[in-house]
């Protein structure tokens, strides 16, 4: 997964000053821990384009992950 995430955040490196990026969405697990985490660099290279966090059904039933997205929203990492 990490380097998924890695090739994913090339592109919008490179994205970054030429193209307009509207929506970006993850996989909760395609950063390696939170989901959110990437979101941040995200933020940084485009900072309009809105963020957004797949996660599979059910996942608020678990607390650790329901956090996690409660978190990264509070933070205004994720839309």
């Given at each position: ?26 996989a ?16 940084q ?35």
């Amino acid at each position: 997964m990490r380097r998924a995430r890695d090739e994913a955040l090339e592109l919008l490196e490179a994205l970054a000053g030429d193209d307009e990026v509207a929506l970006v969405l993850a996989a909760h697990e395609l950063a390696g821990t939170t989901g959110g985490d990437s979101f941040e660099t995200v933020r940084q290279l485009h900072s309009h384009a809105k963020r957004g966090l797949l996660v599979p059904a059910g996942a608020w039933a678990n607390p650790a992950t329901a956090a996690a997205i409660l978190d990264a929203r509070a933070l205004g990492r994720i839309d």
